[in-house]
């Protein structure tokens, strides 16, 4: 069939790329899915740093590749053996939360319970495929690459039946867009890798998408928490959504503030080194955030002995998508997690390119592409 999808054709324009249009919009071609896939009606997608970092080059992927990867659509067609069983038993009709990171369920990444990725769908993102191999995108005879096994920025999206959790037609199309990254991403990092103690204080660094979205799930578990970030907009919105305290990084070391559980969630050196003064003796830094390869951060080796701090890396919140989109949804459904709040804007397709001036200078928290 044929689509319209936002593919991104070079990497490291230079800025505006409002300007520059790194990313046209296209008329592709995709196929039938495949055993194991389904075809998916996009509905919403949200637009993320990790489609930010592929344009500027921060993460090198194969183009052309279409983007967007934080979506939810409603299925038209399952491939052979795709619709499942129990619980997870997949029809066409079904609303779903498209997510980045596919688990086979088998390999020794899969079996670390979401602290390691799968080793297939790592594989598969980095190659610009799907899990099962290939691609099933093309234009004028030419293959497209899939970005992280969804391609959401388009009308329609083939995936692997692992890379999407079924939801209740009652959770709307952009709320279940974030839940697929933003909130797997920012919450997991408080549930699955903070493990914040009752009462305990977290610090979120880093208020955009998935800062915000690791502040609203630590609310919604109980906990104080105190926002950082250097837009005061975000410090405002922050204190809006429930925050206790916030602070620029400036102003978090001169007050000598710290927490329990700290989320560095903005991906940079000096948000990381940020995070990590502000962890109390005894407490975790838990990073999920994606810099380039090659930013460096400097702490001291002295202050995590002496006061028995501890590192956490965290890849989408250390999520197994099946087992927490549903635990989210629950909490949303009680309306303690309102993930309403995170969507800054809405913008169809042809402004996607501004949309990424946006999200780079920091001045947006969740995008969406309605279509």
Known sequence: MNITGAVLEEVDAKRPFAASRPISISELQLDEPGPGELLVQIEAAGVCHSDLSVVDGSRIRPVPMLLGHEAAGIVVQLGAGSGGSGKSKLEVGDRVVMTFLPRCGTCAGCATGGRLPCEVGTAANAAGTLVGGGRRLSRDGVPV???LGVSAFATHAVVNRTSVVRVDSDVPPDVAAVLGCAVLTGGGAVLNAGHPGLGET?????????GMAALLTAIAAGHPVVGVDAVPEKLERALALGASEVFTPEELAESGVTASVVVEAAGN????????SGTSAGGITVTVGLPSPTAMASISPLGLVAQARTIVGSYLGSAVPQRDIPRYVKLWRAGRLPVEELISSRISLDGVNRAMDDLADGQAIRQIIEF
């Open 145 to 147: 690459n899939h970005h």
């Open 269 to 276: 050196p000096r948000a990381f080194e940020t995070a990590i």
């Open 202 to 210: 977290v610090m979120v660094v880093g208020l955009g998408g998935v």
